[in-house]
């Protein structure tokens, strides 16, 4: 089935919780995915990520909105009708039958004819580097040798579109890596689109062409890894992509986007995302502080954190201010030091209402 | 050690209330008051009376076990889900069983019976005029049996299937499989061992039928089953060891049974439930 996009159109989904009350998980998410991207959809547990990729699914019902595969509505038609593949986060391989059966059904259902489905099971197998286990159930394999059987599974149908449920929580952390990078090669060869749900914004950053963060059912922005990461367009997507220190202060001066911060006996300079008003939040990354002989902030190494290649180190500032390092230059325990942050690494955002 | 503490009390238990009785009786029926050791055997199989109690039995109990196994299979598929709706229908449907053979026979009597409420509101809209036969019959018994069974089926065969992980099904649907191909190709088989237990169990029952027999059957007829020959020759005839040769001749039978559908059972798959790490 060969289609050009997927479009959602004010996808929204609400619950009932047990008190009665209306709960929204999913609030109009508009977004249009072509044939080819990878997209993925990040943010924390309960932002409503799963939901909308059981909505996408069939799974669940939308509260309104519609989605498109070009010409076609789908969101009227149930799952079994959709033909998307979708991998689960506990795999749901059947455990009654072989490795083989497994990756099979989606064909059996088709009523694809037995020789030909033979050749797109042993194919897909291939693709997933799993010959030479068709026989066995999914008891016998490894939890990596498991998720390949639902990564086949799914995709043995060629399906227009690829529905991946956190795939790789349940894998340890070597493993993780190894299967990101054959997520991303399958999803090169087989050339149709990919949704990707998942919490780690390292698994959204290497694997897609474009992140959807999304935060109490609400979408926070919708872009390129390379802008999420330096430009989050708001604090929350800030701080959810690793901008460990934030600082709440005074605005002392406004130049266009460059601002002057102060306050807690600092002065940052920054750069505003957003119209900002006295009060401002600054983000910074830990590793854009660097130690620098030159530098305008001056504090005391509080902590360190051995990491290898570098070490994260907590500096507390004259004035009493925490700021989470990451940096390769040997420091010391209770050490003075100075620190500097280059300006257009200091993101500014309005004060979050108390 | 420790363990083998806390099985003893079950096991002393098995041993005084069921071990014990039962090789008793096994001894006991061999010591007939005439003839050689096999001889109350041979008298149940040579003596029409008794051993038509045998068919008559079987006539009744397998039909109800497949009825009831038919007919809480559908029902329990549908309340899988778990629900408000679903605590109340279970309740409903899991009522017979606290209420006992008595006090069904006395209503299927009142309800069922020639004079009864149906045969009344039937001849009232003039739907179907003769009697109703539905008591003091073979149907008597198939019914009230079916009525006293089937919470036990239902109950196990709905804790079986809550027991499968919805997710299968989802990831089946999301395969191209309509309900029907879920049930058939994800459920069923799952649920295989499960309806293999439940049968032996609802079975068991039915074989055993006593009460209903004579209340709502015809116990010198069509509804002599087994236990009641069982019956006649302790309490009537005070012949003991024939009684205690026709209980060995039921438990003979119905182990027969259980043993037939637990090795069909063998052929199923009987790993876990789940579709991957917990």
Known sequence: ?354 | MGTFILIVPAVIFMLLFFIYPFLYGLVLSFQPAQGDWLANYARFFADSHLWRTLNTTFNLALPVTIINVALALPIAFRMRHKSRHQRWVTTILVVPITLGTVLIAEGMLAYLGPKGWLSQALQFVHLYDGPIRLTHNYWGVLLSLVISGFPLAFLLILSYLTGIDPVLERAAATLGANSWNRFRHIYLPLLAPGLAITFCLAFVQAFSVFPSAVLVGAPAGSTRVISLAAYEAAFEQYDYPMASAVAMIMGLAQLAVVAAVLALRRGFYRGPVVGGKG
């Not at chain 1, 008891?139 to 227009?160: F, T």
């Open chain 1, 1 to 354: 089935m060969s289609f050009n996009e997927l479009q959602l159109k004010g996808v929204s989904r609400h619950f009932a919780n047990p008190a009665g009350a209306r709960v929204l998980a999913l609030s109009e998410l508009t977004v249009t995915v072509p044939r080819g991207e990878f997209v993925a959809l990040l943010g924390p547990s309960g932002c409503g990520k799963t939901t909308t990729l059981n909505c996408i699914a069939g799974l669940l019902p939308l509260t309104s909105g519609s989605i498109w595969l070009d010409e076609l509505r789908i969101d009227v038609l149930p799952s079994e009708k959709r033909g998307f593949g979708m991998v689960f986060q506990n795999y749901a391989l059947f455990p009654h039958m072989t490795v083989r059966r497994n990756v099979g059904f989606g064909l059996r259902m088709r009523g694809v004819a037995t020789a030909q489905a033979e050749r797109r099971v042993t194919r897909a197998l291939e693709l997933v580097q799993l010959t030479g286990h068709e026989d066995k159930l999914p008891g016998q394999l490894s939890g990596g040798q498991q998720q390949r059987v639902a990564l086949a599974r799914a995709i043995v149908i060629e399906p227009p579109l690829v529905l991946m449920d956190e795939p790789l929580s349940n894998l340890d952390a070597k493993l993780r890596l190894e299967m990101r990078a054959e997520i991303r090669r399958i999803h090169r060869e087989l050339g149709r689109a990919t949704i990707y749900v998942t919490h780690d914004q390292d698994e959204a950053l290497s694997l897609a062409d474009r992140i959807i963060v999304m935060k109490d059912g609400v979408v926070q922005q919708i872009a390129a890894p390379q802008e999420i990461y330096a430009q989050p367009a708001n604090l929350h997507v800030a701080r959810f992509m690793g901008y460990r220190n934030v600082l709440e202060l005074e605005v002392r001066q406004v130049n266009g986007n460059a601002v002057v911060l102060g306050g807690n006996g600092l002065r940052l300079e920054g750069v505003a995302k957003q119209p900002l008003e006295r009060r401002a939040m600054a983000a910074i990354r830990p590793e854009d502080i660097a130690l620098d002989a030159a530098g305008s902030l001056a504090g005391r190494i509080e902590a360190v954190e051995y990491c290898g290649r570098d070490s994260l180190v907590d500096v507390r500032t004259a004035s009493g201010v925490l700021l989470h390092a990451r940096m390769s230059a040997s420091a010391a325990l209770g050490e003075s030091v100075r620190i500097s942050v280059p300006p257009e690494r200091v993101l500014v955002y309005p004060a979050e209402a108390a």
